[in-house]
């Protein structure tokens, strides 16, 4: 390896700044970490399996009872894992833990701290282009206050294939730069062909400039990185030479729509309790997700290049979920990867609706799927192998925990049909038991799902920060009914995701569509209802059968039914913006980047309002607005020409065919040309130099109306400040 590092890594002398790294760390005692962590989970398991089966064994042996007992095991492992990560982080919290990476630049001034050239990188596809560079503008304000922005370059690279968006980007990008003289710091890529979406996004980056950076600290389009945890999060690499990638615990902001706060709420509370959990057994070994982290480019380059998978997809073919596989290529040859669990400043922003969710949730589903090939791949870290194992757990346990259920349902059915004695019997996991012994397995169950909630909720209020959360009182409520709110979403997730698996296993892949993120105020609610009828009609079979043929069955499966039966209504209410705005007036759900933001937080916040104030298009306009401003307007014209790669002229029949496309485009308007007309006029030089010059040379009468009124409205439209894009 330091043959490698010679290619890249500075001299020695820079390794005696601070002393302590990752080096330190005692592998007998991470052994010791994983030991216990797997041991615990190991124990639990089995004591509930253990009791689960001779509760079985206590009645009359029949078909159901071996698969019920498999499942059980199954689904109580997946409990049992996040109780006991959760668990750990509670000792790591108390007691403190040395072996974070963080502690290896503890007590080094900012200004003091080594850096290496760096590129950050924000991919994006069909974005809100204001979101996009307001976050950046943010984030190079935020880097040039530390004082150390000249060691840092800007890259958006765009795979946008709506026209409108394309054009609103470069003409933000020619503004941003403008304003912060960024020009030679912060670029611009449009691809021409988008091939391996993200993943593709970046390798055709790193091909093209990679080796003129250390460093690379990738974003997704709404994320946001204080400067100060940029700075920080570069010179932990640059302390520690064995790391190939350091992932921050990125924490969900803006939320809106009740559902949006509600999780960023859960995240917020929860998740530091997880994630010091998780650092605790992962150390060297943890995991990568994709965004709000920082890469070292040349052994990235070298060691993590996808492969395509065997076969067609859904399960074959190029690699959707990227994140998981990187880690563990780069963990294979050697690199390792880090959590900064404890890194303040990473942001991101989470979906504004359930259906949203569910729609991000079908692409992760097959991305997590197609890891099975990858489980038996050679020379894998055992514990990379674990993370791919509970990526494809984590959607793979929706239909184990639905057919667990059902056979539950069938078995307490068959029960009932032969006369079982029912009344001597109570339900535990939708499985009749006796009595005394039920209670106690459905106790430490409901302790392992909730106990890391509550002891979140303690550890706030212990450490005195409940007023960041709306004080001791609101901070109850709000776990409460997160709590109410999360067990009915829970078999509603559920459905979903097996609906998913089964379509997968049948070979329905999946499109690459743009994230929704931006909050709407009108409830839909015919997609609702056509999303959700499948789960309501099932939840209502299922209760109707257990109310007639099991009565006592039918109240134990009461929380499960309410949740699928009030699916759509659930939805379109956790959807309205109107609800998530009056619940933070009401002081519920929330957060300490609310109550106690960050600058750059309520900067963006700020900007974004300004932005969003500004004169809109008039409609007839607002669909070809960014066509328009691209072949209208000088400045963007010579903007968007320049960014276009120059091709050489091509045959007779390709020169008359943008030839036509021209003459339409004048006219007939942009409204006659399909969406692939105009990205080909957009990416041909020629046509987009001839297109301006034409447009202001012809004569009224010979152009479509559509342009006349373009041209007319061009004044007013070009006196609002460019950086007002539009949504």
Avoid at 669 to 694: F, V
């Amino acid at each position: 390896m330091s043959n490698q590092f010679n290619k890249w890594w500075s001299p020695p002398d820079r390794l005696t700044t601070s002393p302590f790294t990752v080096e330190h760390v005692d592998k007998s005692r991470v052994s010791r970490r994983r030991a216990t962590f797997f041991s615990l989970v190991f124990l639990l398991t089995t004591l509930a399996t253990w009791f689960m089966a001779d509760l079985l064994w206590k009645g009359p042996v029949n078909f159901f009872d071996l698969p019920l007992l498999t499942l059980f095991a199954i689904l109580f492992a997946n409990i049992g894992t996040g109780f006991c990560t959760a668990l750990l982080g509670l000792y790591v919290i108390n007691r403190g833990d040395s072996a974070r990476i963080s502690r290896t630049i503890d007590d080094v001034p900012l200004d003091k701290l080594q850096l290496g050239s760096t590129a950050i990188v924000m991919p994006v596809f069909n974005e809100d282009p204001s979101r996009i560079f307001e976050g950046l503008r943010v984030i190079y304000r935020s880097l040039e206050q530390t004082g150390r922005l000249d060691d840092f370059d800007f890259f958006i690279l765009s795979d946008s294939n709506d026209p409108n968006r394309w054009i609103q980007e470069e003409v933000a990008w020619a503004e941003l730069c403008k304003q912060l003289n960024g020009f030679g710091r912060i670029f611009y890529r449009k691809r021409r062909i988008s091939i391996n979406k993200k993943s593709g996004n970046v390798a055709d980056f790193l091909r093209r400039w990679g080796q003129s950076y250390r460093y690379m600290v990738v974003l997704d389009a709404d994320s946001i990185m204080t400067g100060e945890s940029i700075v920080k999060l570069v010179a932990m690499m640059e302390r520690n030479p064995t790391v190939g990638i350091l992932q921050t615990a990125p924490r969900i902001i803006a939320g809106v729509t009740l559902y949006a706060r509600i999780q960023q709420f859960a995240s917020r509370l929860y998740g530091p309790l997880f994630l010091a959990g998780l650092n605790y057994w992962h150390q060297g070994e943890s995991n990568f997700w994709g965004h709000n982290a920082v890469i070292r480019v040349v052994p990235f380059m070298e060691h993590a290049a996808l492969p395509d998978l065997p076969g067609k997809e859904p399960f074959g073919g190029r690699i959707l979920s990227h994140d998981f596989v990187e880690a563990a290529l780069m963990r294979r040859a050697g690199w390792k990867v880090w959590l900064a669990y404890d890194l303040e400043g990473s942001f991101e922003e989470g979906p504004p609706t359930l259906i949203d969710a569910a729609k991000r949730d079908r692409r992760w589903c097959q991305g997590n799927l197609q890891h099975s090939w990858l489980l038996t791949a050679k020379a894998l870290h055992p514990i990379n192998r674990f993370h791919l194992f509970q990526g494809i757990m984590g959607y793979l346990g929706s239909p184990i925990w639905l057919l667990f259920m059902l056979l539950s349902t069938l078995h307490r059915f068959n029960g009932v049909a032969h006369g079982d004695g029912s009344e001597k019997y109570t339900m535990i996991f939708d499985y009749a038991v006796p009595v005394p012994e039920a209670l106690a397995l459905f106790g430490l169950t409901m302790t392992l799902i909730f106990l890391p909630k509550v002891l979140s909720v303690g550890l706030v209020l212990k450490h005195r920060k409940s007023a960041a959360y709306g004080g001791p009182v609101r901070l109850i409520i709000s776990a409460v009914l997160e709590v109410i709110t999360s067990a009915l979403l829970a078999p509603i997730n559920m459905m979903f995701h097996a609906k998913f698996v089964v379509y997968i296993l049948l070979g329905q892949g999946v499109g690459w569509v743009t994230q929704q993120r931006a909050a709407s105020e009108e409830a839909d609610w015919r997609e609702a209802i056509i999303t959700h009828s499948g789960q309501t009609v099932f939840g209502l079979v299922w209760g109707a059968s257990a109310y007639v043929l099991a009565p006592s069955f039918f109240w134990w499966l009461l929380p499960v039914l309410l949740g699928l039966v009030l699916a759509a209504p659930l939805s379109i209410m956790l959807s309205r913006a109107g609800l998530g705005r009056r619940a933070r007036e009401l002081g519920l759900f929330l957060t300490p980047d609310e109550t106690q933001p960050a600058p750059e937080l309520a900067l963006l916040e700020n900007n974004l309002e300004e932005c969003y104030r500004q004169m809109q298009p008039i409609p007839e306009l607002r669909k070809d607005y960014g066509l328009m401003q691209a072949i209208l307007d000088p400045y963007m014209n010579a903007v968007h020409v320049s960014l276009l790669r120059q091709r050489r002229p091509g045959s007779y029949s390709v020169r008359r065919y943008f030839v036509e496309l021209r003459r339409r485009l004048l006219a007939d308007g942009p409204q006659k040309l399909s969406t692939r007309e105009k990205l080909a006029l957009l990416l041909d030089a020629e046509s987009m130099n001839w297109l301006h010059e034409q447009l202001w040379k012809q004569p009224p009468a010979q152009l479509s109306p559509w342009w006349r009124l373009a041209m007319r409205q061009y004044n007013v439209l070009t006196a609002t400040p460019v950086t007002a894009l539009y949504r």
